[in-house]
């Protein structure tokens, strides 16, 4: 297949060594690794690759006509102010705010809701390119103290601080190599837990290193100590892999300890009374023993949320015996006997429960990847309102038990936002708007959303949304972005986004995104359906997807661009590399390229649970057939035809990316434009294969708004010029 691109002239692509005596031995059989180089960072061999394929990504992408306008459009429209939901703290209410083209959102507060509203934390102000992130925070429970996690250049890696919120000063409270901690503040206000890493290296830049991450713990901070004071309060040697969450009830009288091992909805679920401690939290200090925490559930079988308690009695959220989950309750201290609040239901997800009114529940559901609301009663479970919701997602919903009110953020394909306020003192409760986002010059009567469901290979029906302008023709002319993710049972709900509107808008595209298993979309069984031995179901239906645009008259081969983030970013390389003949462009962000190794870098080994580990001889049976690293081939060899080639593709990492680190990207990309471009005189390949390597850049998370406008306007330019995309205004 050759795209419009095709008929340009060949890039030059620059060359990189291949050492071929790295070769690994999997289960008898032999795997060479020849970038295998490419993992070590800090290598001057790493960073001229590095240099020379940005410069190389450059050159491409200033022969895109449409990347100023693009951008300049994707500016013009994300140029409005973005307000979250308020939440209360003590006697103070709070919310985020981003005027329009601030790099990252500001922290107000404000006395009531009518108030005259605060800065409390500008992120702005911390640096230059607006770099450092509020990656996580929490407010003291009289509203005295904020702590407040800061990320730089998108790393995982956290630094805590604290400040008075009466005047703004910072506290000398300074905790570092944090990472996947929440903040969760005992309520006589003396101090938080937290969980961090042992400190990895001295000179270290935070975020580029590769190193595993093992043996989190979870510490108690005594406000005004010295972190080298903070008291330990779990950890578990004999499982280095496993990550730990500790947070105080809502009634302040018990700590709760999750243990994580790995990425499925299962949890450990321990718990401590603090009241039961003769010298409190901080007699531990010097006895250096362990709180003692008692094991309510000691297994893997199930996840289980807090979402109240009155006393020992415990209500939960959780998916034993229930793949779309239930609410139960038991009393902690007999736990032989639990109850079901509301059971299980027969098609919809339980997305989330949060307790508020006393004895009242926000219930949210997922009923074919659209968001229901109810108010149900705590102790019955009994259904006492629906909410009225058009069709979109729940984003938050802000509340805590002793409030009389919610405040509910709504979000869809055409509405950018809106916060609710619900007051649930009435009979009836009333939804009211309380906020509305508006972006100037969008008329969204000018747009429709669809959604289909397209029969996969083995015949399950995959649910997918497609946005367009109204009354398009179906002739198979038109330039079709599809998206997917499909794993570790995330739901990709209905959400705004000004870059795909511009391209409905302005390019005439349709952007499509479809719900493929692996995600969370219907439940457990969803997930798992696409996870392990039977991964292949993801791509079997991003598949399906595509041939359903084409068959439908939407799109041609040569006009689908498909994209993916993350686990997205594995989908998309591996779906070029079994259907190259399907799409016209492909965009693979911060991917998981290499199945065999991934779980020895950082956080990788937490992926297993989703993919398998390839030290097992089954699980590498499975990995190696798909992971996009070692399955690259030349189409013209395979059964495609003379002149087929893989899409125009572009892979998009970045330096600070400790999550899923950037040597995925770049051994792929090497492996590419190796064995379709270089390594064959006269190669049919044409179509460009570059990376995009974003600096001071992490997986996603913290990312400032300018870094996200120009992505946009890179990566969909891009697409544009490779789709044979024309610009209208």
Not at 521 to 530: P, V
Not at 605 to 620: L, R, V
Not at 672 to 678: D, I, K
Request: proline share 5%; net charge negative; aromatic share 10%.
């Amino acid at each position: 297949m050759g795209s419009v691109a095709g008929d340009a002239v060949r890039l030059s692509y620059p060359s990189a060594r291949r050492d071929d005596s790295v070769v690994d031995t999997y289960h008898g059989a032999q795997i060479p690794d020849p970038y295998r180089w490419l993992e070590d960072p800090d290598s001057e061999e790493t960073k001229e690759f590095v240099e020379k394929q940005a410069d190389l990504a450059e050159s491409v992408l200033a022969g895109c006509g449409d990347r100023e306008g693009l951008r300049r459009e994707v500016t013009r429209l994300f140029d409005h102010p973005r307000h979250g939901a308020p939440f209360r703290r003590g006697d103070k209410y709070f919310h985020f705010l981003n005027s329009g083209l601030q790099a990252q959102s500001v922290l107000y507060v404000q006395d009531g809701l009518d108030a005259e509203a605060q800065v409390l934390l500008d992120p702005n102000t911390l640096s230059k390119d607006g770099t450092v992130a509020l990656s996580t925070y929490s407010i003291s429970e009289d509203g005295k103290y904020f702590a407040y996690g800061l990320s730089e250049s998108g790393s995982d890696w956290v630094t805590i601080r604290v400040m008075h919120i009466a005047d703004r000063q910072p506290t000398s409270d300074k905790l570092s190599w944090v990472k996947f901690s929440s903040i969760s503040w005992t309520h006589d206000g003396k101090g938080f837990f937290y969980g961090r890493y042992p400190a990895p290296g001295v000179g270290l830049d935070a975020g580029t290193e590769t190193n595993i991450n093992l043996n989190h713990q979870i510490y108690y901070h005594v406000m005004g100590s010295d972190q080298s004071e903070d008291i330990l309060c779990w950890k578990d040697p004999e499982n280095p892999k496993h990550i730990f969450g500790a947070s105080v009830t809502e009634d302040g009288k018990y700590i709760i300890l999750g243990t994580y091992d790995g990425c499925d909805p299962v949890n450990k679920l321990y718990y401590c009374e603090i009241s039961s401690l003769p010298e409190g939290i901080e007699g531990f200090k010097e006895t250096k023993q362990m709180l003692p925490f008692v094991k309510l559930i000691d297994n893997f079988d199930a996840q289980y949320q807090v979402v109240a308690n009155d006393g020992d009695e415990f209500t939960f959220v959780t998916n034993k015996n229930a793949p779309k989950n239930k609410l139960v309750r038991v009393n902690i201290k007999k736990p032989e006997v639990w109850t079901d609040v509301i059971s299980e239901h027969e098609r919809d997800v339980l997305e989330s429960v949060d307790a508020v009114n006393g004895n009242q529940l926000v219930v949210c559901y997922m009923s074919d990847v659209k968001h229901t609301l109810q108010i149900r009663d705590l102790i019955t479970g009994n259904l006492l309102h629906q909410l009225p919701l058009e069709i979109g997602s729940v984003s938050e919903v802000s509340c805590r038990r002793e409030d009389k009110e919610v405040f509910i953020g709504f979000t869809s394909f055409l509405s950018p936002g809106i916060t609710y306020r619900c007051n649930l003192t009435s009979t009836i409760p009333e939804m009211k708007v309380f906020r509305e986002i508006s972006v100037p010059g969008f008329d969204r009567t000018c747009f429709e959303v669809k959604q289909i469901f397209v029969p996969s290979k083995d015949g399950t029906k995959i649910p997918m949304f497609i946005m367009s302008k109204k009354d398009i023709e179906l002739d198979g002319s038109h330039p079709t972005l599809l998206y997917g993710y499909g794993g570790f049972n995330i739901s990709i709900t209905p959400s705004f986004s000004v870059s795909r509107l511009v391209l409905c808008k302005n390019m005439g595209s349709i952007v499509c995104i479809a719900n493929i298993r692996g995600g969370g979309e219907y439940g457990e069984e969803w997930h798992k359906a696409g996870a392990l031995a039977k991964k292949q179901n993801c791509f079997d239906d991003f598949i399906a997807c595509a041939e359903q645009l084409i068959s439908a008259g939407y799109t041609s081969n040569k006009k689908i661009c498909i994209e993916g983030g993350s686990n997205g970013g594995l989908l998309v390389a591996a779906c070029i590399n079994q259907r190259p003949d399907l799409f016209g462009c492909a965009l693979a962000h911060v991917g998981v390229m290499d199945m065999l190794r991934f779980h020895k870098f950082t956080v990788g080994h937490a992926w297993t649970t989703d993919y398998g580990c390839s030290d097992k001889e089954d699980e590498f049976g499975w990995l190696i057939k798909y992971s996009p690293l070692h399955n690259v081939r030349r189409p013209w060899e395979q059964s495609f035809g003379d002149n087929s080639q893989y899409p125009a593709t572009m892979l998009l990492t970045a330096d600070h990316d400790d999550r899923v680190v950037p040597l995925h990207s770049l051994k792929l990309l090497a492996t590419l434009q190796y064995v379709l471009c270089t390594s064959t005189e006269d190669s049919p390949q044409t179509n460009p294969i570059i990376g995009r390597i974003d600096r001071k850049s992490g997986h996603g998370p913290g990312r400032p708004t300018k870094k996200l406008i120009d992505e946009a306007a890179d990566r969909y330019s891009f697409m544009a010029k490779m789709l044979g995309t024309t610009w209208t205004e």
